[in-house]
Nanobody, 129 residues
Framework: QLQLVESGGGLVQPGGSLRLSCAASGFTLDYYAIGWFRQAPGKDREGVSCVGTSDSITDYADSVKGRFTISRDNAKNTVYLQMNSLKPEDTAVYYC??????????????????????WGQGTQVTVSS
């Protein structure tokens, strides 16, 4: 059974860092693009970042560019989201998602939650002093 499990969330002060992990089980991530999304209370799910199958493509929401870095370790079947210089507005539940998708479609459609078929259960990130 295909499963994604996020971890690494928690409470951090503004300006701090966290690294989220998205571990896959039941399938190999080699053939899947991965997206990170977040959802704050009362808000829509928002695309944060994506990575193509071989790190050939990465993209970020404007709100996190220069602060977040996505990477993948196919040997560990895991994708990471390094989050630095965290702000209170980064507070949300963070989800990873997986999809087999061409690079062209990934560039155009990654921010849409409907693009992704497989989702993890989410991990809470709270940025507060």
């Amino acid at each position: 059974q295909l499963q994604l499990v996020e971890s690494g969330g928690g409470l951090v002060q503004p300006g701090g860092s966290l690294r989220l992990s998205c571990a896959a089980s039941g399938f190999t991530l080699d053939y899947y693009a991965i997206g990170w999304f977040r959802q704050a209370p009362g808000k829509d799910r928002e695309g944060v970042s994506c990575v193509g199958t071989s790190d050939s493509i990465t993209d970020y929401a404007d709100s996190v560019k220069g602060r977040f870095t996505i990477s993948r370790d196919n040997a560990k079947n895991t994708v990471y989201l390094q989050m630095n210089s965290l702000k209170p507005e980064d507070t949300a539940v963070y989800y990873c998602a997986a999809e087999i998708i061409s690079n062209l479609r990934l560039r155009r459609l990654w921010v849409l939650p409907s693009t992704w078929d497989y989702w993890g259960q989410g991990t809470q990130v709270t940025v507060s002093s």
